[in-house]
C-alpha cells in the first residue's frame, strides 16, 4: 500500500505522454523526418531537467523515498560505447515506433501492436542481463 503513490505518478505520466501526442507513432515519424520541432522540443526540455537533476544528484542534496542519499558514480567515458548504444537504441526506436517509457502507456490506451514491441524490449533487456559480463564497460 505504501507504493501507491507510486503508481499514481506512473498514471499521471501516461496521460501527460498521451495529451502532449509523444506517444504518437506519427510525431515520432515526423521527428525522424525532420519535418516537425514537437519532439526535438520535447526531447530537448527533458535533456536539461536531467541536467538540472545530475546537478542535485552530484551534489547529494536529493534523497531517496527512504531518506536515502542518492550517490552516482562516474562512469568510463568512450565516444565509440556511446555511438554503439544511440545507434542500437535509435534504431529500435524508429523501428518500434516508441521509445521505451510510452510503450506502457501505448498499452494502456490499447494499442495492441506495442505488445510485440514490448516483448522485445524485454527479451533485449533480458538478453543484455545474459552476456553484460562478456561485454566491455
Not at 6 to 31: A, P, T
Not at 88 to 102: H, S
Request: net charge positive; glycine share 14%.
Amino acid at each position: 500500500m505504501k507504493y501507491i503513490k507510486f503508481l499514481f505518478v506512473g498514471i499521471f505520466f501516461g496521460i501527460v505522454l498521451s495529451k502532449s501526442e509523444v506517444i504518437s507513432w506519427y510525431r515520432i515519424y515526423e521527428m525522424f523526418k525532420f519535418e516537425s520541432f514537437h519532439m526535438y522540443g520535447v526531447i530537448g526540455s527533458a535533456v536539461v531537467i536531467g541536467i538540472i537533476i545530475m546537478y542535485f544528484f552530484k551534489n547529494k542534496t536529493l534523497k531517496t523515498y527512504q531518506g536515502n542519499i542518492i550517490e552516482v558514480a562516474d562512469k568510463k567515458k568512450g565516444v565509440s560505447r556511446n555511438l554503439i548504444g544511440g545507434i542500437i537504441f535509435g534504431l529500435g526506436w524508429a523501428l518500434g515506433g516508441a521509445c521505451p517509457g510510452p510503450m506502457y502507456a501505448l498499452v494502456g490506451k490499447g494499442v495492441v501492436a506495442i505488445l510485440v514491441v514490448l516483448l522485445g524490449a524485454h527479451l533485449g533487456a533480458f538478453i543484455y542481463h545474459g552476456v553484460k559480463h562478456r561485454l566491455p564497460h
